[in-house]
Each structure stands twice: as C-alpha cells, then as structure tokens.
C-alpha cells in the first residue's frame, strides 16, 4: 500500500543503460517478439518491458476474463508505452500523516474528520493510466539469459523465478513500483541469481470498476466483483483471474528468458500477499496444484466477511455515479467517464481509515474464504510458504475518532456483521477495555488498531502456519514505527536507495536489515529456506511458533504472540448475511 511511495518511486535514480537495439536481445514468445528495453549496466540486468500477457480488457472484454493476447508479428515489441491499471485515492489518506503525527505527539487533530466537507481534488492521474494494462516485466541476469539463449542451447540452466505481484490499497500500484534491482543482485552473490517477474492486474479502487481483487470500503463493500446479474456472467475476482492468467503466462513462457517454470516463488505485500493466500486454495483445492511452487507473503490482507447487501449497494452507487441502470450499459462508456466515476466513489465515499484488503466468495475460484479453507485443509499442500508482517499492522487504519473509546463496539456493530452475543465477546472478552497493557494496548486507539489489525492482516498468516503443521518460515519487522508497508523499502533496497516509507517518507534505517531481508527472500527463492550471514540461522516455525523478529540493531527468534484464542477465533467465526 502506498501513498506518497508511488511518486518517490518515479523520482528514483535508475541505472538502466539503454544501448543501441542491435545490443539488446530479443525473444520469440510465439504470439509476438519482444525485445529488451534497457540493460542496467551496473547489476547486468536485461529488463523485458511491457510485456503483453493478456488481451485488452475492453469493449466487450470489459469485467471479463482475460484471454489470450492476439498474434502480432509484425513488429518487434519494445515495451517504450508504460501501462498502468486505473485507480483512485480517498481523502483520508491524504490526512493520514497529520492525523498519526497528533496521535503520537498527543495534540489535539485540527482538521475535519467529515470526509465530504473537504474539496473534491483528487491526485493527478498517471499519463500511463490506461484499461490496456494487462502487461508484466521479465527483469533477468545477463549471465542468465546469455547461458539458456546461446546456440544450441537446451534450456537446461534454468534460474529460480521471483514473481512479485503488488499491493497498493489506495492507489493504483503497479507492477514496476518499486526497483527490483537490488533485490535481483543480492541473488548473485553466490549464485547466477533469479529471473524476477513483475505483474499488473486490474485494479479498483472503488466499488468494482477495474475489478480488482481488494477490498477498501469495508462499509460499502467489495472490489473486484460486481454484485448482481454480473455474478452470473461468472467475473468475480477479475484481479485474481489476472494474476493466474499471468502465472499461467509464466509457466508457459519464462524459460524463454532463463527461468526455470518448475521453481516459480510469488511474493506479494499486502492485497497482493491476499491474493497468494487466495491462489494457494482456489477452486479449494480441487483443481490441481497451484501455478507456483513456493510463497513469501508480507502482511497478508483480505476483507474476512461482505455481504451481499453491502455488495449490491456498492454496485447500484457506482452505476448511480455513472447515470445507468446495468453493467451492460457501463460496458458501452468510455473508459474517461467510467475512471472518472471510480476516483469520485473512493474520495467521498471511503470511512476514514477503512482500507483492508480481500476477495468475495464466489463459488468457484474462492469456493469460501481462505480462513475456512486453510482450516478444511481445502487447498495446495506442496506450497512451501514463508510469512512476513510488521509489528503494528492496525495503526495505518485508525482514524481521530479512534480515540472515542466506543470505537470498537461500532465497528463491529457497523462491519463484523456478527450476533449480538458474538459481539459483545469481542468487545468484552478479546480485546476488553482495560488499558493497562495487559491486553496489548494502553488507549483506545491501540485497542481499535489491534482489532482491525488481526482482523484483517495479522490473523491470516497465522491461518497458513496452522494449515502447514508448522512447517513455515515467519519474521517480523519492528523498527518503529512498524506500520503496514514499512518493510517496503528494505525489501527493495539498492545502494543508494533513496525510496522512503509510506505517508512519512521513512528511509532504510540500517542498511544491514535491508540486506539481511533480501537474504531471506533470495535464499528462500533459490533454496526453499531463509538464510544470511547477517543473521542467526532462521528455522521453521515448528510447535513453538517461533517468529525471527527484526529490530533495528538485532535479530532474535521469539514466540509470535498471535499465536493464541483471537486468531483461533477468528478463523472459526460465524458471522451472519
């Protein structure tokens, strides 16, 4: 999730060296040729941009199923036209740094919390911004692609292959977000390295329009699906079908580039770790394994429960926006007017605070949330997973009025969609208001960001520890603050790496985290298990529910504390339609 980071990304200093074209290589995929845009000099990276993976979503492919791009080989592709799914920011998150600098200093916040008395001015839109945006990137070691393209190759030194697919609950993240050439260099230290994968889906920000498979509005409900008679055209959870069409693309395809299709790793943070957890039990697991081998999930976000009044009001508001009555109608705009409706939903109609992030049950791909059906055993058991959060997930999600101590007896009341009596054992029995500490927070505002943070974040990684018997990986990363996201810029930290964290423009504070981090992705990705000789060895999870917890100057192996009732509770919720 980013803010403030989508536009520091763009200001970062790239070493990416452009050589004349007959200097870069080109790769036949079949339906088109592609050649590499650029190649970074400094870490010997090709980088394949802009690859077509999809057809474009429009017209009649609109709130559809990707399919296959057609056949074009007329020209060599260069990947020059940057692509970005369209996306939309709320307001509260442009007060979110105000609102957590008072919090913190104990001052009182000056600004209105009635998200409609401010002025509609939305950030400006990325030239990129396009529907066309079904295109991922290939960035690969030179001494990689060199030793499985050479003559008479057989492809038989395939590399492992990273596959990040992004987060980004209240902009328009996209696949390129962040500079993965740190990250691909920390690989090559002792070996060739990994092959890295960057992907778009459709994105929304609001009620449904680029279907994405996050959900923002808690209040009013889902995105990445249309309720109603667009459930029946079967195109729930497009964001998702997106990314399987483009792991699909990856097995398929990468060995082209010299990656092995065999050892494929997928990372996401946030919405994008939600959606892996989503793919590991898709169709619950009764359709065969899941288009990876391996996981690395960093705060892994899904909405736990929308019901289908909150999803048909969503709906009926978005078509209200765009003057029609059915999403056949909305299927004929054009994409200015539809993108234009999607930014007003989310500035004015966005509950201060309310980003989480999940899917909706739809009765096939996601046959029930993955909370129940990691817990049926309903999924991929060969999926070998390492999870990652940071300390203090829930506090990005407060809001002034948190400090009201009825904040959470409301949010249930408004969002859980809970009995009465369930209700009251949230709120009396797991998280009580007693703010002497001993329940893991000492004011209201701790006590509502503890809510929301197992809820919607915490609680679901410990669902795959459960689901794979203890045989996970976890760290956590705590160097305060430890807010959602703040692990970013460690995990794709370079030298000189200026990138900062979200809202406050943190930069990597020890180096050597950074570093040590990017040894446990890299290592999992090329071993199936996390090491570095900046740290201490790293074992599974195991009975003990060991955690490595990553602080500013140590690293140490302790028992992670969600490991008791609330995510056991949560996991086994019934909450009512």
Known sequence: ????????????????????????????????????????????????????????????????????????????????????????????????SQWLSSYWNHTTFELSTNISSYPYKPLPADGRTTEDCLFLDVIVPKAIFDQNNNKGSEYDQLAPVLVWIHGGGQVSEEKAEHDASGLIQRSMIDEDGIVFVEINYRVSQSMSYMSETKLIIMKLGVFGFLAGNIEKDGIANLGLHDQRFALEWVADNIHLFGGDPNQVTVMGESAGAGSIAHHITAYGGDKGPAPFQQAIVQSTGWVPHITEA???????????????????????????????????????????????????????????????????????????????????????????????????????????????????????????????????????????????????????????????????????????????????????????????????????????VALAIQDWITSFTLYGEPKSKLTPDFPEQGSDALLMDVRLDSFGLIHDRIDGPRCQFWQTIQYVQ
């Open 310 to 512: 909150q999803q048909k009001a969503t709906r009926k508001q978005f078509l209200a926006l765009l003057d029609v009555e059915t999403i056949d109608e909305a299927r004929k705009l054009p994409s200015e007017k539809l993108i234009a409706a999607n930014t007003f939903q989310v500035y004015y109609t966005t509950p201060w605070g309310s980003f989480a992030y999940g899917e909706v049950v739809d009765g096939s791909y996601v046959p029930d949330t993955p909370a129940k059906l990691l817990l049926e055993g309903r999924f991929d058991h060969d999926v070998k997973v390492m999870v990652a959060r940071v300390e203090d997930e829930g506090l990005l999600f407060t809001g002034p009025d948190s400090n009201d101590t009825k904040i959470l007896e409301n949010a249930v009341r408004d969002f859980v969609q809970v009995s009465d009596e369930t209700a009251k054992y949230i709120t009396d029995v797991l998280y009580p208001p007693i703010y002497d500490g001993s329940y893991g927070y000492t004011d209201p505002v701790q006590r509502w960001a503890l809510f929301v943070g197992d809820w919607s974040l915490n609680c679901n990684g410990d669902y795959l520890r459960r689901a794979y018997d203890n045989e996970t990986y976890s760290y956590q990363f705590n160097i305060p603050p430890a807010l959602h996201a703040e692990d970013i810029p460690y995990t794709f930290y370079y030298n000189g790496s200026t990138l900062g964290s979200i809202f406050f423009n943190r930069p990597v504070a020890n180096v050597t």
């Open 1 to 96: 999730m980013d803010v403030l980071l989508s536009f520091i990304a763009l200001l970062a200093v790239c070493t990416a060296i452009v050589l004349p074209n007959d200097d870069l290589p080109v790769v036949d995929l079949g339906y088109e040729l592609y050649r590499a845009i650029s190649f970074n000099k400094e870490y010997g990276l090709y980088n394949f941009s802009n690859i077509r993976y999809a057809a474009p979503p429009l017209d009649d492919l609109r709130w559809k199923l990707p399919v296959a791009p057609e056949k074009n080989r007329t020209q060599v592709q260069t990947g020059d036209v940057g692509r970005v799914c369209p996306g939309a920011l709320p307001v509260w998150a442009l007060l979110q």
